[in-house]
Nanobody, 122 residues
Framework: QVQLVESGGGLVQAGGSLTLSCAAA????????MGWFRQAPGKEREFVAA????????SYADSVKGRFTISRDNAKRTLYLQMNSLKPEDMAVYFC???????????????WGKGTLVTVSS
C-alpha cells in the first residue's frame, strides 16, 4: 500500500519559516516527479512546487517563487518544502503529491498525502 505522510506543519508568525517533509512508503517512485499543493479554506487546491526525479528540474507557483524551495532525498524517500518569509496568504493545508511523470499547475500524480496544516499569524 502506497502512503505519503506529510509532517512539519504548524503555527508560525508572518515572516517566519517552516520546513515540510513528506515520507513515502510502499514504493520508491523511481523516475517520478513529486510536488506540493495547498488548499486554503474556501479555495480550490493549487499547485505550489514540483521537482523531477533527479532533482535537476524544479518549478514553482509565482506566489511562492523566491521564498519556497523544494528538494528530495531519494535514498530516504522523502520530499521537502522549505518555506521562508511566510505570509498570511500562505496559510493552508499542504499536500504531498507523487506518481506522475510531470507535476504542475494542471497536472498531478496519482498519489496524495492527507495533508499538513500551516497557519501563519499576522
Amino acid at each position: 500500500q502506497v502512503q505519503l505522510v506529510e509532517s512539519g506543519g504548524g503555527l508560525v508568525q508572518a515572516g517566519g519559516s517552516l520546513t515540510l517533509s513528506c515520507a513515502a512508503a510502499g514504493r520508491t517512485f523511481t523516475g517520478s516527479a513529486m510536488g506540493w499543493f495547498r488548499q486554503a479554506p474556501g479555495k480550490e487546491r493549487e499547485f505550489v512546487a514540483a521537482i523531477s526525479w533527479t532533482g535537476g528540474t524544479t518549478s514553482y507557483a509565482d506566489s511562492v517563487k523566491g521564498r519556497f524551495t523544494i528538494s528530495r532525498d531519494n535514498a530516504k524517500r522523502t520530499l521537502y518544502l522549505q518555506m521562508n518569509s511566510l505570509k498570511p496568504e500562505d496559510m493552508a493545508v499542504y499536500f504531498c503529491n507523487a506518481g506522475g511523470a510531470n507535476i504542475g499547475p494542471t497536472t498531478s500524480g496519482n498519489y496524495w498525502g492527507k495533508g499538513t496544516l500551516v497557519t501563519v499569524s499576522s
